[in-house]
């Protein structure tokens, strides 16, 4: 079993507020990634990190937010949930240039 | 284009039968590939890594070739428990910068039918 864990795994939380997922992982991974997903669809990259203090906008573009303040954190913010954030987020990280990506079990975000 | 490109699917296949999946990869510099699975309403998993003699793990195969930039994934005596997403990952150099990073293809879906 991959050491990267999620929290929460599930969240419902009114639109307006502040939220922020959390993602840490024990393997000493230094590239972290955070992923967008709906239901039956493909993944989107919306965020990255090469290490500590490296943070790179993905694929997608997204009102998130990320640091990178130590290697094994990487929490995703949002200032003011909207309905439209409702999805499912991965967090995942690798070692180096090869090595394959391991993810944690998701946050499903719902906002009402 | 898109950095992976995958077979759009689905695949609807009975048990049994062989199945074989392609992914084509814009970068010739990529170093390393991955077959990931997912099923339903879960986090993807590493099924295999694929290197470039092309490697075997019981009933799945995976190819590589760099000359075409493609990649194959092959199941053989598909099993009802094979039913899942599976994607195609390359880790390449990102646009604008000499680091590498994971790009996933958007995924195959298969269902093997009884």
């Known amino acids: 079993e991959a050491d990267i864990y999620q929290t929460p795994r599930y969240l419902v939380i009114g639109t307006g507020k502040k939220i922020t997922l959390e993602c840490s992982q024990t393997?000493?991974?230094?590239?972290m990634y955070w992923y967008q997903q709906d239901p039956g669809m493909e993944l989107h990259l919306i965020h990255y990190s090469y290490g500590v203090n490296s943070t790179e906008k993905g694929d997608l573009s997204s009102e998130s937010t990320v640091s990178r303040i130590r290697t094994e954190h990487f929490p995703l913010t949002l200032e003011s949930a909207r309905p439209s954030h409702t999805s499912q987020y991965l967090c995942a990280s690798n070692l180096g240039q090869n090595t394959e990506a391991f993810f944690g079990q998701g946050t499903r975000l719902t906002v009402v | 284009r898109k950095e992976v490109e995958q077979d759009p699917g689905p695949f609807n296949v009975p048990e049994g039968a062989t199945v074989a999946f392609n992914c084509t990869y814009s970068n010739s510099a990529s170093q390393s590939f991955f077959w990931y699975r997912q099923d339903c309403r879960k986090e993807p998993k590493l099924l295999m890594s694929v290197y470039s003699s092309g490697n075997e793990d019981g009933r799945f195969t995976a190819q590589l070739n760099r000359a075409s930039q493609y990649i194959s994934l092959l199941i053989r005596d598909s099993k009802l428990s094979d039913s899942a997403t599976y994607l195609c990952v390359v880790n390449m150099q990102s646009r604008g910068s000499t680091l590498g990073r994971l790009y996933f293809g958007r995924g195959t879906q298969l269902t093997v039918w009884p």
């Open positions: 393997m000493g991974h230094d590239k």
